[in-house]
């Protein structure tokens, strides 16, 4: 019900169509990192930076004054600049754990990789930050969070009302830009699911509700 949903008026300098795509990603990455204690000059790696989640993570990451290096596929590399990223891997033609370069954080939002995987990326302190996780990655946790040093980071972001007010703050003072790729109307609806598993899309679909629908 909407008493009991999680609701906030609409950015003042932000369109509607932008408004339905940006809670999502943006509450994601804002209750993901705010937790991961940033601090400014530290080096954080977003895998998966031209999604939902990662150009937030990105914008974010920035404002709090990390120099971030984003990770994502050739056609999206200059959109990923676009959102202020100091550095920009290609997937397919780099492998970022093996460049030499250690990171304060890494977030792994696509899943791909794994803690071991990245561990030898990680500064001594540092954390693997993973959006989504299964079993495995919470015994790591637990583990890492006993041994101490470099650890494994897995945590739910719920959505509150709070957190959504929070992202209203921050699209309107410029902090967060929220992109839409394309738009694709409601009989387009398979053509866009399509288009967004191909993995080729940079920012947000939307699927338009309108007389020409």
């Given at each position: 019900?909407?008493?009991?949903?999680?609701?906030?008026?609409?950015?003042?300098?932000?369109?509607?169509?932008?408004?339905?795509?940006?809670?999502?990603?943006?509450?994601?990455?804002?209750?993901?990192?705010?937790?991961?204690?940033?601090?400014?000059?530290?080096?954080?790696?977003?895998?998966?930076?031209?999604?939902?989640?990662?150009?937030?993570?990105?914008?974010?990451?920035?404002?709090?004054?990390?120099?971030?290096?984003?990770?994502?596929g050739t056609p999206r590399l200059e959109y990923v600049r676009s959102l202020g990223a100091d550095k920009v891997i290609d997937y397919g033609k780099e492998d970022f754990t093996g460049n030499g370069e250690t990171y304060d954080l890494i977030?792994?939002?696509?899943?791909?990789?794994?803690?071991s995987r990245c561990k030898g990326s990680l500064a001594p302190n540092g954390r693997y930050l993973r959006a989504s996780?299964?079993?495995?990655?919470?015994?790591?946790?637990?583990?890492?969070?006993?041994?101490?040093?470099?650890?494994?980071?897995?945590?739910?972001?719920?959505?509150?009302?709070e957190d959504l007010i929070s992202v209203k703050g921050h699209i309107e003072a410029g902090k967060i830009n929220v992109i839409i790729d394309k738009r694709f109307a409601m009989a387009q609806a398979a053509e866009a699911h399509r288009y967004v598993e191909q993995g080729h899309k940079k920012g947000n679909v939307v699927i338009t509700l309108d007389e020409h629908s």
């Amino acid at each position: 019900m909407p008493e009991n949903g999680v609701l906030a008026i609409k950015p003042a300098n932000m369109t509607f169509e932008q408004a339905a795509v940006a809670p999502y990603g943006a509450i994601m990455a804002l209750y993901l990192l705010r937790r991961q204690n940033i601090r400014p000059g530290q080096k954080v790696l977003v895998n998966g930076a031209s999604g939902g989640i990662g150009s937030a993570a990105v914008q974010l990451a920035k404002y709090y004054g990390a120099e971030v290096t984003g990770v994502c596929g050739t056609p999206r590399l200059e959109y990923v600049r676009s959102l202020g990223a100091d550095k920009v891997i290609d997937y397919g033609k780099e492998d970022f754990t093996g460049n030499g370069e250690t990171y304060d954080l890494i977030f792994d939002i696509l899943g791909k990789g794994s803690f071991s995987r990245c561990k030898g990326s990680l500064a001594p302190n540092g954390r693997y930050l993973r959006a989504s996780f299964k079993t495995r990655e919470l015994w790591q946790m637990l583990w890492t969070s006993l041994k101490g040093g470099k650890r494994v980071m897995c945590t739910l972001a719920p959505g509150s009302t709070e957190d959504l007010i929070s992202v209203k703050g921050h699209i309107e003072a410029g902090k967060i830009n929220v992109i839409i790729d394309k738009r694709f109307a409601m009989a387009q609806a398979a053509e866009a699911h399509r288009y967004v598993e191909q993995g080729h899309k940079k920012g947000n679909v939307v699927i338009t509700l309108d007389e020409h629908s």
